[in-house]
């Protein structure tokens, strides 16, 4: 049982380079986010699936698109990366219901020059 | 709209002192209220959480919080801290309904000193 895992750890991008970060989970959960996290920002939500099929936007969608490929795996794709989204990415999963913790992927890294 | 503050941004504590953590939070209803806790260069882990009930919750690692509601606060505590405890702690509020829309503070960073 692996939980949530994200790929890549790492990545560097030019201004105006696309991506796709990569986010799985293998506990049937319904519902899957992606934040990102600045300093002082804490997490800020980029967008959520809050089950298989459907996608919606947080606070901070700009930028980005995603795709909830099935039930296990939610993508982030950066179209034309620009250095304002310099930051730690993260994906989370949860069972549906406002009283269920998220869990986690260990993030993502992400530089833009 | 839901949001929470978490008025330290950075505290130190000696080895063995005792901790807490402050959390003021704002929503409508009853909050859904979680303690994350995110170790350098990890994820976020929970650490407890509170929805209903007993409003004494008791998490992982030995921390506890309290849910005052005339307050709006749930401040995470800690009797004795360990050097291992460093880390940068979140609290969150989530929202009814049918799914989880969860507003996380801007965090506060533990400095566990000898």
């Known amino acids: 049982n692996a939980g949530v895992t994200q790929t890549p750890k790492f990545q560097v991008l030019k201004t105006g380079q696309s991506m796709t970060l990569q986010c799985a989970q293998d506990?049937?959960?319904?519902?899957m986010y992606w934040y990102r996290q600045d300093p002082g920002m804490g997490l800020r939500l980029i967008y959520y699936s809050a089950s298989e099929g459907t996608t919606d936007k947080g606070e901070v969608p700009n930028g980005y698109n995603v795709s909830r490929l099935n039930k296990r795996e939610f993508s982030l794709r950066l179209e034309s990366a620009a250095p304002s989204q310099t930051s730690v990415y993260f994906c989370?999963?949860?069972?549906?219901?406002?009283?269920?913790?998220?869990?986690f992927g260990p993030g993502t890294r992400l530089t833009v020059l | 709209a839901q949001s929470v503050t978490q008025p330290d941004i950075h505290i130190t504590v000696s080895e063995g002192a005792s901790l807490e953590l402050r959390c003021n939070y704002s929503y409508g209803a009853t909050p859904y209220l979680f303690w994350y806790v995110q170790s350098p260069g990890q994820g976020l882990q929970l650490l407890l959480k509170?929805?209903?009930?007993?409003?004494l919750v008791q998490g992982i690692k030995g921390f506890e919080a309290e849910f005052k509601r005339s307050q709006s606060s749930f401040n995470l505590r800690k009797p004795s801290v360990h050097w291992s405890d460093a880390a940068e702690y979140f609290c969150a509020v989530g929202a009814g309904g049918g799914y989880q829309k969860v507003t996380f503070g801007t965090g506060t960073k533990l400095q566990v000193i000898p």
């Open positions: 509170y929805f209903s009930g007993d409003t």
């Open positions: 506990m049937n959960h319904n519902s």
């Open positions: 989370a999963s949860t069972r549906q219901g406002a009283s269920n913790e998220q869990f």
